[in-house]
């Protein structure tokens, strides 16, 4: 599951290019309606072309909404960076890209709105350039620029491909069995009761669990699980989550709160924290300096207290421990943006390096800084995890080089992951674990085990009578090298979440039902080969009967083998005939075209189609007008 986020300018067409691509009016406040602007977050989904579904998180462009923007672009994948062409950047467009970069959203795309308007190619040139340069210095340099239209559609369908190649390329939510929900709506439904709303994170949360709601602590239980309207029994991580609750008042909840399993995780007053100033700040951040903290869908007032200097001038980095007025819920990793309370604007952000520590620092104590640096980095089971999860599949000894492990450290950071049930072994070359052994994070296993059961599940959707989906283009759907691929497949038959057959992969519950009408043509069909089972219809007079889609489940599930783009036996009758050459060629040595013929009472053209396919599996031989057993082979059974 992916999560898509909107940003841009106040009235630059984001709302509007949600609901052109969606369906979806994001804009559910009647004063943004009577307004035509947003001021809330929005929600929408997109189903994409393989049948993959993509939460979308539409954000409030205007300055004066930026802490609701805030609230929403926490927990996405991938950002929509919206720009109207007519206009070209603007101020919220460089504030939006700013947070977007402190919170290392690195995969997007720059979707160049309103093009309906602008006739001039030279200044749609001009803005596309301007674009470019704007995110050249941040982390969506690369992100493609698109020209679209909501109103004319113009773009549409390449947005959504780009979008789906960005998400694709998006590293998947870890499971690591402590889900969180941070919360962005809390409302009530009639005869449902309270509802919130949020981006899952860390874990997966299953209808009639206990949940319990920091900082307040009060607690209720799991009555019902939806993601994109649609009722599931487990919400897994990254997914947009509708969590309806008993025994909890929505009085009870604010956005911000995070929902937990009870005992998971503990609040805190204090952080400390790794944070970037912007280098376009107005004056540096000083010591003792009150700013507001936006971690999650939550908003603190803090007190900064810097470790290092007396202040961080504009474009500098340091260590920070922010003292907060109200507790809140953090992990290690998790991003978040500072700004200025009055007047408001965006300073910087960082990476949340302890969220529990000990105790109020001296300040300028060397030691703390070393400690922070060794939290930033990680042990080298965390590193190890991290590289494995960033970059999915790949040989042991790519993914310590990567993780910068030592030979020293590797094994106890091996063992440990394995120990916790984090790192697994898809193939082993050689008797043990080794530098070569392919290996793969659970998180990473897990969102393969969905990715391909929703490839397959597409497919079966389109192509209901197909046995299943080639191996070699479900090869070219997951982008998998061929090893990889291999091991992937293998390890899933072996657990029975796929089956293969005659090169066809298949989710193990599928089968191919022929409709009524189906089946009385193909019944009609039969009726014709078993009349004339050596001279049947031909494969062009089989597709015209019973159509191309039955004609090649019937060769796929081996019903039929097809000797040529024109010749189909059924397997009985092709059987017949093979034994018949078999025991031909071992009493006389040699056999013609017009011996298979007249045994078989049919035409030159079924019996040459027969022994050139026994040519091609390398069974016979031809000799001038005979054909012979091959070396390779000492039966043709």
């Known amino acids: 599951m992916r999560v898509l986020g909107t940003a841009g300018h106040v009235d ?8 052109a691509l969606t369906g979806i009016d994001p804009d559910r406040l009647p004063e943004e309606k009577a307004r035509q602007m947003t001021i809330d977050l929005g929600f929408a989904w997109l189903t994409m072309p393989d049948g993959e579904e993509v939460g979308i998180v539409d954000v409030p462009g205007h300055r004066d909404f930026i802490e609701n923007m805030l609230a929403g672009v926490g927990g996405i994948d991938a950002a929509l960076l919206v720009i109207a062409a007519d206009e070209g950047v603007m101020p919220q467009t ?3 890209l700013a947070i977007l970069d402190l919170l290392q959203v690195d995969r997007g795309v720059l979707a160049l709105t309103k093009t309906d308007l602008v006739t001039d190619e030279g200044w749609l040139e001009l803005v596309r350039e301007e674009v470019r340069q704007l995110v050249k210095p941040t982390a969506l340099a690369e992100a493609p620029v698109l020209l679209v239209s909501s109103v004319t559609r113009a773009g ?52 009639g669990e206990e949940i319990e709601v920091l900082p307040s602590g009060v607690r209720g239980r799991i009555r019902g699980l939806q993601t994109h309207k649609t009722k599931v029994a487990t919400a897994t991580p990254g997914s947009r989550t509708a969590v309806n ?28 924290v790794r944070f970037r100033l912007l280098p376009d700040a107005e004056r540096p951040v000083k010591h003792d300096q009150a700013l507001k903290i936006f971690l999650g869908a939550a908003q603190r007032l803090a007190r900064v207290r810097l470790l290092q200097d007396q202040s961080l001038l504009p474009g500098e980095e340091g260590w920070l421990q922010l003292v907060l007025d ?37 300040r300028r104590d060397s030691r703390v800084h070393v400690r922070l640096q060794g939290l930033l980095s990680g042990s080298p089971a965390q590193v190890l995890a991290h590289s494995l999860i960033a970059r999915g599949p790949s040989t042991l000894k790519e993914a310590l080089q990567r993780a910068g492990v030592s030979d020293e450290l590797a094994g106890a950071a091996i063992e440990e992951l394995r120990a916790g049930g984090e790192l697994l072994v898809l193939d082993v070359r050689g008797k043990e674990l080794g530098g070569d052994s392919l ?6 296993w897990v969102a393969w085990i969905e990715r391909v059961e929703a490839v397959l599940a597409a497919y079966h959707r389109t192509n209901p009578i197909r046995l299943g989906m080639p191996r070699e283009e ?31 992969v298949a989710h193990p519950g599928h089968e191919v039902v022929l409709g009524p009408q189906e089946s009385m043509r193909l019944a009609a069909l039969r009726r014709q080969f078993q009349e004339s089972p050596f001279a049947p219809p031909s494969l062009k007079q089989c597709r015209e009967a019973v159509g191309e889609e039955v004609c090649a489940y019937l060769v796929e599930s081996g019903q039929w083998v097809q000797l040529s783009p ?18 031909a060629l071992e009493q006389d040595a040699k056999i013609t075209v017009a011996d298979v013929r007249d045994r078989f009472e049919t035409s030159r053209k079924y019996a040459l189609a027969l022994l050139e396919h026994l040519d091609d599996r390398g069974l016979t031989v031809r000799e001038g007008d005979f054909r012979r057993l091959s070396q390779k082979s000492a039966s043709l059974g």
């Open 245 to 272: 609750i008993t025994g909890l008042e929505v009085a009870d909840l604010a956005r911000g709160d995070v929902l937990v399993r009870p005992g998971a995780y503990a609040t805190t007053r204090l952080i400390d």
């Open 439 to 444: 290996v793969i994070h659970r998180s990473t």
């Open 12 to 19: 630059h067409g984001k709302s509007s290019l949600v609901k």
């Open 474 to 504: 479900l090869k070219s759907r997951l982008g998998l090298d061929g090893r990889t691929f291999s091991a992937v497949m293998e390890a899933m038959s072996n657990k029975g979440l796929l089956r293969e057959q005659s090169g066809k």
């Open 566 to 583: 024109e010749v189909v036996l059924e397997k009985g009758a092709y059987e017949q005939m093979v034994e018949y050459v078999r025991t």
């Open 94 to 96: 460089k504030e939006h």
């Open 156 to 207: 549409l369908d390449a947005l959504v491909e780009a979008l789906g190649q960005v998400l694709r390329q998006s590293r998947p939510r870890p499971d690591l069995l402590k889900p969180r929900l941070p919360i962005d709506r809390a409302f009530t439904i009639a005869g449902f009761g309270t509802v919130v709303t949020g981006t899952l994170l860390d874990g997966s949360l299953q209808t």
């Open 326 to 362: 109200r507790p809140v819920v953090a992990a290690r990793g998790d991003r978040f943006i500072l700004r200025r309370p009055s007047p408001g604007s965006t300073l910087g952000g960082g990476q949340v390096v302890d969220p529990h520590p000990d105790r109020r620092y001296r």
